[in-house]
């Protein structure tokens, strides 16, 4: 499960850019989990987030 912190999030866009299976999409200023069953669990998104506005739970 893909958390994103709304309060925290600046919408740079950093996680869409390393999500390899396109899990994440910035849509107008915002960021949505998109296709949520092909995410690999990386924590790729995680890590570059600038912010900790982002998680992965298992
Ligand atoms: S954990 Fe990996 S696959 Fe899942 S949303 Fe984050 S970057 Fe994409
Ligand atoms: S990397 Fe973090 S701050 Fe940037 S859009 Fe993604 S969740 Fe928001």
New binding site residues.
Partial sequence: M?EINYQKCGYCGA?VG????M??QLMENMVI?TN?N?????????VVCPLDA?K?KQ
């Fill in positions: 893909i996680c390393v999500c390899e299976p899990v994440l989990v949520e092909k995410c690999k669990k990386c924590k790729a998104c995680e982002i992965v």
